[in-house]
Every structure is written in structure tokens, then in C-alpha cells.
T-cell receptor, first 109, second 117 residues
Framework: GQSLEQPSEVTAVEGAIVQINCTYQ??????LSWYQQHDGGAPTFLSY????GLEETGRFSSFLSRSDSYGYLLLQELQMKDSASYFC??????????FGTGTRLTVIP | GAGVSQTPSNKVTEKGKYVELRCDPI?????LYWYRQSLGQGPEFLIY????????DSGLPNDRFFAVRPEGSVSTLKIQRTERGDSAVYLC???????????????FGEGSRLTVL
């Protein structure tokens, strides 16, 4: 089976930087994805790491350490619209994708 | 269509009834996934199709749940003898082909909110 752990809630100030951690246990690991979901909306893809290291996409960066079964999502220059739930998800060898329980980010002025 | 389309957007039914939820994936996407999401939780995997066949149905909770994709495009999730615990948002997603080592990206629909009274 798969197990993913994320903090349940994070609060940060507008303009700041926040890091959301994810640790996982799975078999057949191929990569780690991150998704954003606003209340009542669909999950939308943010980033993907298949190899160790940092991937940067604008204000968002994602990091993976396969040896530590650990990754994180880094959000810089936080904006109010970044308030949402963020999910890490592992991709297994069966081309399947399993989500964590999510981290609810609240950005305050 | 431009995105993944799911119908109905909302469905209210009574305990014991039969329900069908439809998903129309992005044109050309061969992989199709169904997830279930309860309030405050992450999407829970149900079933994954590659083409017409179910590549992995290990997430279906019991034999009341069944899904088909007869022509490799539209998929229908079928729930028999609904129970109050089946109330959730059912999400459908598609991708061009396999995820592993490629893009890691699924394209999600807005979901079908099922309420069982």
C-alpha cells in the first residue's frame, strides 16, 4: 500500500515563504507530484519530481529526496489567492497516482 | 471538449438507489482515473483505465461499485444500493498516457457531488 504524511494546516503571511513537507512510503515509486485545490474546485497540477533535486516553476518550487522518501513544496511571495489545500501524490510503477491527506494553507494579510 | 467533463455536477438520491456518474475525458487521453473525495480529505483512488480495460481496480471499496469505459473514451461509474457513507465528491481525471516518469500530471474534472439521504 501507500502512505503519505503532510501537515494538516499551515498559516503564513502574505509575501512570505512557506514550505509544505511530504513523507511517503510506497512500493514501485516513480515520482512525486503536487496539486493545488481551492474549496469547491478541482485539483490542479503544480509540479512533478522524478529525480532528486529542486524543480522551479515561477513562485513554486518542489524538491525530492528519493533516499529519504521525502519531498516538499516551496511557495514564495505568497499571495492571498494561494490560500488552498495542497496535496502531494506518489506515482507508482502501475502508472497510478495516490494522494496524501492534504495541507490547508491559509495566507493572512 | 477542452477539459474533463463530469455529469451530473450534483446528485441527490435515497439510500438503496442506483446511481450512474459520467466522465468525458480530454480527447485523445488514453488513461482515465476515478477518485472519491470526502470533506477535508485527499482524493481516494478508486479505479484506473488504460484504454478500455481497467488497469487497476483495487480502490473500489466493494462490489456495489463498478466502472466501465467501453469505447476507450467516456467512462461511467456505477454505484448500486447506495449507502449514506457513499456521499462524497467523485472526481474523474485523464492523462495522455502513462504517468510514470513522464509528466506526473492528471487533468481533473470539477467532480460529481453525490449525496445519499
Amino acid at each position: 500500500g501507500q502512505s503519505l504524511e503532510q501537515p494538516s494546516e499551515v498559516t503564513a503571511v502574505e509575501g512570505a515563504i512557506v514550505q509544505i513537507n511530504c513523507t511517503y512510503q510506497t512500493s514501485g515509486f516513480y515520482g512525486l507530484s503536487w496539486y493545488q485545490q481551492h474549496d469547491g474546485g478541482a485539483p490542479t497540477f503544480l509540479s512533478y519530481n522524478a529525480l532528486d533535486g529542486l524543480e522551479e516553476t515561477g513562485r513554486f518550487s518542489s524538491f525530492l529526496s528519493r533516499s529519504d522518501s521525502y519531498g516538499y513544496l516551496l511557495l514564495q511571495e505568497l499571495q492571498m489567492k494561494d490560500s488552498a489545500s495542497y496535496f502531494c501524490a506518489v506515482i507508482t510503477g502501475a502508472n497510478n497516482l495516490f494522494f496524501g491527506t492534504g495541507t490547508r494553507l491559509t495566507v493572512i494579510p | 471538449g477542452a477539459g474533463v467533463s463530469q455529469t451530473p455536477s450534483n446528485k441527490v438520491t435515497e439510500k438503496g438507489k442506483y446511481v450512474e456518474l459520467r466522465c468525458d475525458p480530454i480527447s485523445g487521453h488514453t488513461a482515465l482515473y476515478w477518485y472519491r473525495q470526502s470533506l477535508g480529505q485527499g482524493p481516494e483512488f478508486l479505479i484506473y483505465f488504460q484504454g478500455t480495460g481497467a488497469a487497476d481496480d483495487s480502490g473500489l471499496p466493494n462490489d456495489r461499485f463498478f466502472a466501465v469505459r467501453p469505447e476507450g473514451s467516456v467512462s461511467t461509474l456505477k454505484i448500486q444500493r447506495t449507502e449514506r457513507g457513499d456521499s462524497a465528491v467523485y472526481l474523474c481525471a485523464s492523462s495522455p498516457k502513462g504517468l510514470a516518469g513522464v509528466t506526473g500530471e492528471l487533468f481533473f474534472g470539477e467532480g460529481s457531488r453525490l449525496t445519499v439521504l
